[in-house]
């Protein structure tokens, strides 16, 4: 019988949500993501280590510190997995830059003229961005410039909705993350149908296809594999490996849950946001205002992580 992670091929397309390339060419997924915490763990693994060697290398001969060297890292690591993967990579830009969109701006466009410099066209990458307002704004410039964005740490429709007036080309809508604070909130429980994160995608891609809005939507941080069974069918999901493997070796029929076609049907009016707008309604959702703030606070520590282990490894290699 067909694996239900073969089912959801038919209907989504898969991301692989790890710098992990064993486990990326184990299943085969059309893109891939990274993260400072994702990088951080793979720098961990021997098998990799070439490419953090590489980078304290070049930033040790040129002089330089440990941000640069980071990047070039996330660099090198992105460069890898273009390798095995068909489709797209998404590289960070650095979460302590979530509230400055000149220098949001400014390093993705280092971050693509790096990969340029190898001869990895920009059609290849996805810049991620946090979805703060100044972020949108970031990506907004972008997007015109031909530099496709990848909206994360998103919890909520207007952070949707601005993001699609930006023209952005995709967007991470959290699931697992949304069902932590409720469980926190609330201390109940919830199944794959009530999860109020599966429920949020649902809401933003019922929105998406009911405007006609092309930006993509790729569910993200997923606690288990209820929850991405409920999005089967959406544009497409970005998966650890954990719950790659799982669905792999899950059996039974999986039943498609979005459609473009049903979507189109059943969503709000269109939002018009400006600043102030959009920070009001943000304001007003206590669940995505403390998760936008707690994931930028987490991305931004797993970089100083990141940025310590290569200072670590430069003094000694120096």
């Not at 098998?47 to 990047?71: F, M, N, Q, S, T």
């Not at 690591?77 to 650095?94: H, K, M, N, Q, Y």
């Amino acid at each position: 019988m067909t694996s239900k992670l073969d089912q959801l091929k038919t209907m989504t397309t898969i991301v692989a949500d790890t710098g992990d390339m064993d486990s990326i060419r184990q299943f085969q997924p059309q893109d891939c993501t990274t993260n400072p915490t994702l990088i951080l763990k793979a720098a961990q693994i021997d098998g990799y280590a070439h490419l953090v060697d590489e980078a304290i290398d070049w930033g040790g001969k040129r002089g330089l510190g440990a941000d640069a060297i980071a990047d070039r890292l996330a660099v090198n690591f992105g460069a890898e997995l273009t390798r095995i993967v068909p489709g797209r990579v998404s590289t960070e830009v650095d979460a302590d830059l979530s509230f400055d969109t000149a220098a949001m701006i400014a390093k993705a466009r280092l971050l693509i003229s790096e990969y340029e410099a190898r001869g990895i066209g920009r059609e290849r990458i996805l810049i991620k961005l946090a979805s703060t307002w100044e972020g949108i704004r970031a990506a907004e410039t972008l997007q015109k410039e031909g530099i496709d964005c990848n909206m994360t740490l998103l919890f909520s429709l207007a952070q949707a909705a601005a993001c699609a007036d930006a023209g952005v080309f995709l967007i991470s809508p959290f699931v697992g993350r949304i069902l932590d604070w409720h469980k926190k909130a609330t201390g109940q429980e919830y199944t794959a149908e009530t999860d109020p994160g599966v429920q949020s995608v649902r809401s933003i891609y019922n929105y998406y296809k009911s405007h006609g809005i092309s930006t993509v939507v790729m569910g993200a941080s997923f606690r288990n594999t209820g929850e991405i069974e409920a999005l089967a069918g959406c544009d497409r999901l970005t998966i650890s490996p954990q719950l790659l493997g799982e669905l792999d070796a899950a059996e039974g029929d999986l039943t498609r849950k979005l459609s473009p076609e049903k979507g189109a049907t059943t969503a709000p009016a269109r939002m018009q946001l400006d600043e102030s707008a959009f920070r009001f309604a943000l304001n007003e959702d206590a669940m995505a205002t403390e998760k936008l703030a707690e994931g930028i606070r987490l991305f931004s520590a797993d970089l100083r992580s990141l940025r310590a282990m290569v200072s670590e490894r430069l003094a000694k290699a120096a």
